[in-house]
């Protein structure tokens, strides 16, 4: 039976597929996400001709989606619909928030803004609690964690190594393939690797988690794409729901929105799931930032004196 959340699932799935998508199948999904409720009503045929394409590219649409066929398509986008009519809006993100290159000031920070706040929403909404509970408890007890990313990636890489470190956790951040596959080389059970990559085709992450999982480490994947290559190989996935624009990238810094999203939510739940060990964590580090921050204090005094 399909349901609102299958229906909320595909519009998640579109957003975030569709830079990806050949350009005549781009046109087909910029229709349904602009008008789930009118495309639902529309044979095959008929949404063909306002994309300006094929039937046939409308069916290769339905597959590249991860859909049956047309018909599976016309009944998600119906609930879709109905669910954005029952809301009283329409839905904030869709084709219409890719920047063009005539767009003025207010348009470009007005679509930036929408894009970074679905990101968030759409995570939220198809987030795996399951898959998170599990990277906790991995996390927690392992020896050592190493993250790996490069490019937009580095960004959330460095600041999940920052609040594990505040977590008493020894962990290392690596964006040097040849420093990551050496450090992989040298993982153990119970040691955990985790690879940080929009797209999940990175192979300089794709890479040195190979040989993580190998080594016998848990492997967990931070990545928009829960089919994608890298997610296929770890153990646990946490997925991230980031739209990007093909004209401009934006996606680099959307895509570093959702994935700091997702990586506050493990930060957060390992600090509950510590307890009283993260405090005390958290307090030690507090200490020596203070300690180092009076120091620098007095330095700067002497020298206005």
Known sequence: MTTESDAETLIVRLRGLLPTLAESERA????????????ARVGISELARRAGTSATTVTRFCRSIGLNGYQELRL??????????????????????????DDPLP????????????????????????????????????RKVDIYGVGASDVVVHD??????????????YSDVHLSLGSAA????????????????????LDPMRVAGERGATTIA????PHS????????????AGQEDVLFRTGATVSRIAQLYVTDCLFVALAQYRG??????????????STRTGVDRARSGRRTH
């Not at 931070?222 to 794409?225: D, E, G, K």
């Open 28 to 39: 087909v999904g910029r229709l349904v996400l602009d008008q789930p409720a009118e495309i």
């Open 76 to 101: 998600l986008l119906a609930v879709a619909g109905y669910k954005q009519e029952a809301a009283g809006r329409q839905l904030p993100i869709g084709a219409e928030a890719e920047i063009a290159a």
């Open 107 to 142: 348009a470009i920070s007005r679509k930036i803004a929408l894009a970074s706040q679905q990101a968030i929403q759409d995570t939220f909404e198809t987030f795996d609690l399951s898959a998170l509970a599990r990277a906790v408890e991995s996390i927690s007890g392992a």
């Open 160 to 173: 999940l190594h920052h609040k594990l470190s505040h977590l008493g956790l020894v962990t290392v951040a």
């Open 186 to 205: 040298h993982l153990k059970p119970g040691d955990v690797a985790i690879g940080v990559s929009h797209s999940g085709q990175t192979h300089e992450v």
């Open 222 to 225: 931070v990545t928009n794409y």
């Open 229 to 240: 290559s890298l997610a296929e190989q770890v153990d646990v996935v946490l997925a991230s």
């Open 276 to 289: 009283e060990e993260a405090w005390a964590a958290f307090e030690q580090a507090q200490q020596a930032i």
